[in-house]
């Protein structure tokens, strides 16, 4: 820790000092308003200081108000956007960065079930610690622009967007083919007209009110609908997939979680598939996020296949129709609607059994390939269209509903999960391929069509046999997988028992929570369904209640059905207004939306908090996120953010972006244009001999092990955090070193997107380079300004290389390197005594947008009077990049022995001499005489002895 003494001289760059002067600063940068960005028009508008000045909006992810606040593993993102920001500022960029607050959702709940305070209250104390925080980490945040999802004048426009979904439906013929979302009044319309067909037949104007509204419903982009869902009795909730553990428990509680239909809120993202896909392209994202993107959504082509059976068709997806023949048995999922029917009387006791556990397992874990094979076999029989066998239909947890349709048509012979289950249920495995002769030889056997010598199943080309029937389908012989499938394909179509199709493994998104903290749906409900409230109705405020929790059950009752806080809550859930038709009586809905929402759009809000009129207004979105042309999408410029979100934040973001996008409501076809993926700060964690978690800072270490309360503890490493017990505050950092400091160590410990260890030990490495770098400039005993003279060429030039680099490494966020560049610049300054006065502001600029507060002082001493926030950052001048000496590597015999260094303009005869003079290359050649000396100017020495 820094502390002062006696010796210490009294203007050292010190903790104390070092929060005197940060504070100061933040007050300083608060009362000139310095980080303001302008908008183009508006409010915040100033044409003028907007003019002739390139853009550029940076973007973290925006934190949830935690109870516990910040700890110093949540920074790194923040400092590297406020690093580029500044940095940015200072190339004379118009920079939009702010921050605000994803304050809706679980966690907040929970934290205040836990604490007995209404969730406003604790959510209002979290956000304004987390604020008081993030200013002593000096982010230069443009706080007029700063939200939270909780505010009902922002999440007004939250529940407007849900009207714009539910107000709209998907038109796939739309933009020739491409497809757009259109309001759900031109849909009417063309139903109305005759334009549309209605789903029967029938005229627009034969149909009952009911059955109207049930046609538009069945077309909207938010929808409601029976849906299989999470189910956590122990919380009164339903959790997104993202919530629930490997081991099918809910993360929060830990309580086991259950797969229900249940009626939810949907939203039609997979309407969007093809285009959440084929825009990736247009994206500057790392090709592992956008693989993780594609993965997630899952395009895959194939058939659509009908088996019929005493119940009706069983429709089945598959990408290799062609092994239609090769097709024994068919798998339902648990859940599958025909399950029920399809089970004859003796199978119904076990199939009922097989389905309760199943709903207890997770869908990884149902489909872990690993595990055993399980099913039950429903009694009944499908009839295959290809060849008019009957085969049995069974049901099995490896099959998804969320998935195709929820039902499967097995090939044992060419599929490994099929192949195993029949072998494990001793159904029938028929060839419909003979595998090359390799493949047996791989698998040391002999060549055979009898399966049962076969170890595995087999997949790819190879000729086709026992694939042929009499209504002119023949595959026999042919040796092409494609040519299998496009035969097969055209034979389904002509007889109408399938047809070509492109599915997803992506599902709509359950939009629906049985919460209370959470945004009320604008949504009331007449004797039809649901209605959407006119926007004269927003927002839709959440009802101030004591009793906020949900109603919870046993954890076991898998049965118990949720009941929203909401609900309890008579005088609010039903509603007289008047939507058009006179006065009447409606049931409010009671579920809320999930915390997804509120941060699925808070970019735009960002670029005009204030305005009352419009979510964006047009212009503004037009100046800070519109397309550059190119095929530029628009978007964010640098968006910053964990890993974590990868798949379903920015997928929900895209989708409602694009939405707004197809309605006019924005410019930008994309929300964020490129992501940067920050690591992770992990930090020491310790188990003692039960393997719980006991307190790190309790921990002491004694000749390499480690104890606590004189006990031995393992150490590892993890994420920071209070599960782990190893949270750090950077309260504790800003009191020791200081705030620049910890921007510096952060910064400094590794590439942006790498994750590094945390040693607060190590933290005073870039403490003790401040320090440096002040007593360049400062003396010690009297606080004063003491440059030295002007630089020598030789400083010059190191200082425009420096100049040069730390450019190049700011604008690729390498800030670590920039880091390492100002160290060297430095202690070659600290040898001179002094810091040069020529050199003095390009230094403290260059520091500026890493440590800022230490740099304004600097810059004060200077003798400026203003900030240097908007100065402009020292650009290199190219004759002193150019430098009047070369290192070149010494080879001896071929081996690399020694580096000389020679001027430029030296002749080969010196750069011989100089090379044979040199101590290493005389070892190396132990007195022996060179028969050649090559000298390959400007580039290395080969000696041959």
């Not at 309580?255 to 939203?267: G, L, T």
């Not at 610049?825 to 001179?832: F, S």
């Amino acid at each position: 820790m820094a502390r002062a003494d006696s010796d210490t001289p009294p203007f050292r760059y010190s903790s104390t000092l070092a929060q005197d002067i940060e504070l100061r600063w933040q007050d300083w940068w608060d009362q000139h308003h310095t980080f303001e960005a302008p908008n183009p028009s508006g409010p915040l508008g100033d044409p003028a200081a907007v003019a002739g000045r390139e853009k550029m909006f940076v973007l973290d992810m925006f934190p949830y108000p935690s109870g516990a606040g910040l700890h110093v593993g949540h920074p790194l993102g923040f400092i590297g956007t406020d690093v580029y920001s500044r940095f940015k500022r200072m190339a004379g960029y118009n920079v939009c960065y702010s921050m605000g607050f994803d304050a809706f959702g679980l966690p907040a709940e929970q934290y205040a079930v836990q604490t007995g305070q209404h969730p406003a209250i604790t959510t209002a104390a979290n956000i304004a610690n987390m604020r008081r925080q993030l200013r002593r980490l000096g982010l230069s945040h443009d706080q007029r622009r700063s939200i939270s999802t909780t505010d009902p004048e922002y999440y007004r426009w939250t529940q407007w967007i849900f009207l714009q979904v539910f107000n709209s439906w998907y038109d796939t013929a739309a933009d020739n083919g491409a497809g757009r979302a259109r309001p759900i009044t031109e849909l009417v319309a063309a139903l109305d007209s005759g334009e549309r067909p209605t789903p029967d037949g029938r005229p627009w104007s034969a149909l009952s009110t009911a059955e109207q509204r049930t046609v538009v419903d069945d077309h909207r982009l938010a929808y409601v609908s029976e849906a299989p869902v999470n189910w956590c009795p122990g919380l009164g909730t339903v959790v997104a997939n993202e919530e629930v553990t490997n081991d099918g428990r809910s993360d929060r509680g830990n309580f086991p979680v259950f797969k229900r239909n249940m009626r939810q809120w949907m939203m039609r993202i997979t309407a969007y598939a093809d285009r959440l896909i084929d825009d990736l392209d247009l994206l500057d994202w790392t090709d592992a996020i956008k693989a993780m993107q594609r993965n997630w959504i899952g395009r895959s082509e194939g058939a659509r296949v009908r088996f019929a059976t005493n119940a009706g068709d069983i429709e089945v997806f598959t990408t290799r129709a062609d092994t239609l023949f090769g097709a024994t048995f068919v798998v339902l999922a648990p859940e599958h609607p025909l399950v029920t029917t399809l089970t004859v009387p003796a199978q119904s006791g076990a199939v009922a059994d097989y389905q309760r556990a199943a709903a207890a397992k997770k869908d990884i874990d149902r489909q872990d390939a690993t595990r055993e094979k399980t099913g039950v076999f429903t009694g009944s029989y499908a009839t295959n269209p290809v060849n008019g066998a009957q085969v049995p239909v069974w049901i099995a947890d490896y099959v998804l509903m969320g998935y195709g349709t929820g039902a499967i048509m097995a090939v044992p012979c060419g599929d490994q999960r099929d192949f195993e289950f029949a072998r494990q249920f001793a159904l029938d495995i028929p060839a419909i391929q003979q595998p090359p002769a390799s493949w047996f030889a791989d698998r040391g056997i002999e060549p055979s069509l009898d399966t049962s010598t076969w170890p595995e199943a087999f997949s790819g080309d190879a000729t086709y046999v026992q694939s042929a029937n009499d209504d002119g389908l023949d595959l026999d012989g042919v040796t092409s997988v494609a040519e299998g499938k496009q035969r097969t394909h055209d034979w389904l179509v002509t007889h109408d028992r399938g047809h070509g199709t492109v599915n997803f493994k992506l599902r709509d998104w359950l939009f629906s929570r049985q919460r209370y903290w959470g945004e009320p749906f604008p949504i009331v409900y007449d004797e039809f369904g649901p209605v959407a409230l006119p926007d004269t109705a927003l927002p839709v405020l959440l009802p101030e209640t004591e009793s906020f929790s949900p109603r919870t059950f046993d954890a076991d009752d898998e049965f118990s059905n949720p009941e929203s806080p909401l609900d309890r809550l008579d005088w609010w859930t039903d509603v007289e207004i008047d939507l058009g038709d006179g006065p009447r009586t409606y049931h409010r809905d009671t579920n809320v939306m999930p915390q997804w929402a509120g941060s699925c759009w808070y970019e735009l809000r960002y670029l005009d908090p204030t305005n009352d009129q419009a979510l964006v207004d047009k212009d503004v979105e037009q100046y800070w996120m519109g397309p550059k042309g190119d095929g530029h999408p628009g978007g964010v410029d640098l968006y910053v953010g964990g890993v974590e979100h990868a798949v379903l934040h920015l997928l929900y973001s895209r989708f409602w972006h694009k939405v707004l996008f197809d309605l006019g409501h924005v410019s930008s076809k994309e929300p964020y244009y490129r992501l940067f993926n920050q690591g992770m700060i992990l930090a020491a964690a310790f188990k003692d001999s039960r393997e719980l978690y006991v307190d790190a800072t309790a921990v002491q270490e004694r000749d390499g092990k480690f104890f606590y309360q004189d006990q031995p503890v393992r150490r590892e490493w993890g994420k920071m955090g209070k599960s782990l017990k190893n949270a750090v505050s950077p309260d504790e950092m800003y009191d020791a070193y200081g705030a620049d400091t910890l921007r510096l160590y952060e910064m400094s410990t590794g590439p942006m997107d790498a994750s590094r260890p945390w040693e607060t030990r190590d933290v005073v490495g870039m403490y003790r380079f401040l320090q440096r770098v002040w007593r360049n400039f400062v003396d010690e005993e009297t606080g004063e300004l003491r440059l030295g003279a002007t630089a020598d060429t030789d400083t010059l030039r190191l200082l425009h290389r420096t100049i040069a680099d730390v450019r190049a490494d700011m604008d690729e966020l390498h800030f670590n390197t920039a880091i390492a560049k100002l160290i060297e610049l430095n202690n070659a300054l600290t040898k001179r005594g002094a810091c040069p006065s020529d050199v003095a502001e390009p230094l403290v600029l260059m520091i500026a947008p890493l440590c800022p507060h230490v740099a304004e002082e600097l810059w004060r001493k200077l003798g400026h009077a203003d900030s240097l926030t908007h100065t402009p950052f020292p650009v290199a001048d190219p004759a002193l990049l150019l430098s009047d000496t070369v290192e070149m590597p010494v080879q001896v015999n071929g081996k690399f022995r020694s580096r000389i260094v020679v001027s430029t303009s030296a002749s080969d005869d010196v750069v011989r001499a100089a090379a044979l003079a040199d101590d290493k290359v005389i070892n190396a050649l132990g007195g022996a005489t060179p028969k050649k000396v090559i000298v390959v100017p400007g580039r290395t020495v080969n000696i041959v002895a």
